[in-house]
């Protein structure tokens, strides 16, 4: 996994500011000490964080929004902090909001989680499913970053994410897939026509994209879109990173006919 960036997004309000801290350039994510990251954890809700790179430097860095969303824009997979006895706070909705629309590849930890009980936890949870449902991609983890509880998982998922969002699709497979998924469910009609997918291949990695050819299928849903996302998520494990899918018309050969 080389040359992977990691952002942390910690989305603990403070004073009306958000924390961010880049944790840049490891050769494995997994090479990162486990301690290392509890210590980065540990500082969320001070003024100051510690940001620390391979090879032990440690600099100092005064947390803002901009160098929040920064982080985000320069990393390849991105660790969202939330406090559990804060829940979602607003500033941690505007910043899965960004990473969402940044395409990053993410992973979620709800840190202080050992300070709840189990009523609590039932009622965060359910707080966490409405609120950041969006993020349905992303694998959460309920953490101590105090006490090194479900660090290791956090650090496996981070692994997990980097490799789904720069997976190889083969065309072939692509289209297996796709032709089981329209033979299962067909696109609904839109007027008196009915989309028909009928190839895809790989458009792009970091996030993946899959580009869809066929007829009128820039009539599709939005559901049937969510359904084919779904699918071809399923099929090749892209759990941790967004999936963005383009749908490409083909061109009608007697369109310029009928104009004349």
């Known amino acids: 996994m ?3 960036a990691v952002a942390v997004g910690l989305g603990v309000a403070v004073g009306g500011m958000a924390v961010g801290v880049a944790v840049g350039s490891a050769p494995a994510v997994l090479a990162l000490p486990v301690m290392l990251l509890a210590g980065a954890l540990a500082f969320a809700g001070a003024w100051q964080v510690q940001a620390w790179r391979m090879g032990a430097q440690l600099a100092s860095l005064k947390a803002t929004h901009a160098e929040t969303l920064q982080a985000i824009a320069d990393a390849n997979v991105v660790l969202l902090l939330i406090d559990a006895t804060l829940c979602v706070s607003d500033q941690d909705a505007h910043i ?7 395409g990053r590849a993410l992973v979620v930890a709800v840190n202080k989680w050992d300070g709840l009980d189990s009523y609590i936890r039932e009622q965060t949870r359910a707080i966490l499913q409405r609120k950041l449902k969006f993020l349905d991609f992303a694998k959460f ?3 101590s970053a105090r006490d090194n509880i479900g660090l290791p998982a956090v650090f496996r998922s981070v692994d997990a994410a980097y490799a789904a969002a720069i997976t190889k699709m083969s065309t072939p497979r692509l289209a297996r897939v ?5 033979a299962k469910q067909a696109p609904a009609k839109h007027g008196v026509f ?3 997918p009928r190839y895809a291949h790989q458009g792009g990695s970091n996030p993946p994209i899959i580009v869809v ?3 009128a299928v820039d009539h599709i849903a939005d559901s049937y879109r969510r359904y084919l996302e779904h699918t071809f998520r399923e099929a090749f494990k892209l759990q941790g990173t967004q999936l963005r899918i383009q749908f490409v ?6 369109a310029d006919k009928d104009r004349k």
């Open 96 to 102: 899965a909001g960004f990473i969402l629309e940044s």
């Open 213 to 215: 050819h066929g007829n």
């Open 141 to 143: 983890h309920f953490i």
């Open 249 to 254: 018309t083909a061109k009608n050969p007697f």
């Open 2 to 4: 080389g040359g992977t």
């Open 194 to 196: 009915r989309p028909k």
């Open 178 to 182: 796709l032709a089981d998924a329209v």
